[in-house]
């Protein structure tokens, strides 16, 4: 079982609209949870932590579900802009070597 | 901005030929990676370096693959004798990793290695 599983997509909505993507993980010990974006053939970049009592951050809110090992990111009113691909990132222990990325759900906003 | 910054950024080789990738970590963090991206892989852990010293090169093939860090502004990958299957973006990243709590997960890449063997 993969630790860190995302749906590839695409996700292809238009522009206003709320998409949300799920995440799942597989070690229940983990303790950290991220967003990283990363756009077309550029490197990834910090999007937002992911806490505990879940946090918004302008149009971007993310959630986490311990019981059910799975975190969410839910885009609102979407931009053009916000089309790349979305890197789901869990952490276990203080220690920046049990980092394990997702593969990414790619999104792409439409006209 | 800080920024982490690597050379080359594409290569384009023949099977059989040296490759060495170059890092230049944010100053100041104390933690460096490398990472190789592939579509069909996503994200891969190579190496992962802290205060210089390599604790994790399990996800390299050590057969060809070799990570240092001369010193603190400076980590290399090399790969000798590159083939075609390494063909793919390599990226580095540093952190600043410290004995407590938040922010201590949190990576900044840099622009990304292509390479591509021929």
């Known amino acids: 079982r993969k630790e860190v599983e995302q749906d590839p997509g695409p996700f292809n909505v238009p522009e206003g609209a709320t998409v949300a993507f799920n995440c799942t993980y597989s070690?229940?010990?983990?303790?950290?949870f991220f967003w990283y974006r990363q756009d077309c053939r550029k490197e990834p970049k910090l999007l937002m932590s992911v806490y505990s009592s879940g946090n918004e951050d302008g149009r971007f809110t993310a959630q986490l579900n311990r019981a059910s090992q799975y975190i969410s990111l839910l885009i609102r009113d979407s931009k053009l802009s916000d089309s790349a691909t979305y890197l789901c990132v869990v952490a276990y222990g203080g220690s920046q070597g049990n980092l394990i990325f997702g593969k990414g759900t790619k999104l792409s906003v439409k006209p | 901005d800080a920024r982490v910054t690597q050379t080359p950024r594409h290569k384009v080789t023949e099977m059989g030929q040296e490759v060495t990738m170059r890092c230049q970590p944010i100053?100041?963090?104390?933690?460096v990676f490398w990472y190789r991206q592939t579509m069909m892989q996503g994200l891969e852990l190579l190496a992962y370096f802290r205060n210089r010293a390599p604790l994790d090169d399990s996800g390299m093939p050590k057969d060809r693959f070799s990570a240092e860090m001369p010193d603190a502004t400076l980590a290399t990958l090399k790969i000798q004798p590159s083939e075609p299957r390494d063909s793919a973006v390599y990226f580095c990243?540093?952190?600043?990793?410290?004995?407590w709590g938040a922010g201590a997960n949190v990576l900044t890449f840099g622009a990304g290695s292509r390479l591509t063997v021929l």
């Open positions: 990243a540093s952190g600043l990793e410290t004995t």
């Open positions: 070690n229940s010990a983990s303790q950290s």
């Open positions: 100053l100041g963090h104390n933690t």
